[in-house]
């Protein structure tokens, strides 16, 4: 009985590590799509936003116009629709555009039919202010399922770390974790609602500037060794001279 079950679990490690390789070699990957890196010292990090546009967000971005910094908004369509001029002036500043849903579901408690609404909803949204299709979106919360995913013509962008800044609402508690934890190749979550979240970040992004770090949009971090990213798969992360990591 001890070497049957053995055997059993022989053959389920191996048909999980054979799907795991062939999930890795099917992926849509062009080493041209995107120039390559010139350099293996850059230290990029791309900060991301969700839940907004809020009352903090034109704060924000006249922070990031003043140290020309570009991050990426995870946008909710109910929130849209109250402040599209915020919209304008993130597209016009050249931030990333995405979609958060409409009203912040649960992917584990939706539908397909109620997800896709609430994507359709605020994509058209958005496109309607900024004129160019939506590629990119965070499932709320993180949650999702694969097969979901898979029926979602869209680019999901999660995240590698983050200050929790919904729970720990301080501006040096959140400054000082941007800054302790910082690396290259991060994805952070952060949220332009939050009173302490806005001069926590611009303050971390001026230490971290001065010690030579770059911020950019997430799609140019994960795109940044060449990648050619996938709709159906879920990006967090991405080293350099690295593909950019998914689940």
């Known amino acids: 009985m001890k070497k049957r079950n053995r055997k059993i679990i022989i053959s389920f490690v191996s048909l999980l590590f054979s799907a795991v390789l062939l999930s890795y070699i099917t992926t849509p990957f062009e080493k041209d799509f ?19 546009p809020g009352k903090y967000t034109q704060e924000l971005l006249d922070g990031l116009r003043e140290r020309d910094v570009k991050t990426s908004f995870f946008l909710m369509g109910s929130k849209v629709e109250k402040h599209p001029e915020l919209i304008k002036q993130m597209y016009d500043d050249g931030h990333l555009i995405g979609c958060h849903t409409w009203s912040h579901i649960s992917f584990f408690k939706s539908s397909m039919d109620e997800i896709h609404a609430e994507l359709s909803s605020t994509n058209e949204l958005l496109e309607s202010i900024t004129g160019e299709k939506v590629q990119f979106f965070r499932p709320p919360y993180g949650y999702y399922f694969g097969t979901q995913l898979n ?14 800044d919904w729970v720990n609402i301080d501006i040096d508690y959140i400054c000082n974790y941007i800054v302790e934890n910082a690396k290259d190749g991060q994805i952070i979550l952060l949220h332009d609602t939050k009173d302490a979240t806005v001069p926590a970040v611009l303050k971390a992004i001026d230490i971290l500037l001065d ?22 798969l879920a990006y967090r992360y991405c080293p350099y001279n690295g593909r950019a990591w998914y689940i």
Do not use: H
């Open 34 to 52: 995107y120039v390559n890196p010139s350099s293996d010292s850059k230290k990029q990090i791309a900060l991301t936003f969700d839940d907004g």
């Open 151 to 164: 029926k979602i013509d869209m680019i999901a962008v999660l995240w590698s770390d983050t200050p929790r």
């Open 211 to 232: 010690e030579g770090y770059e911020f950019v949009r997430a799609d140019e971090l994960l795109c940044r060794n060449g990648d050619y990213l996938a709709a159906g």
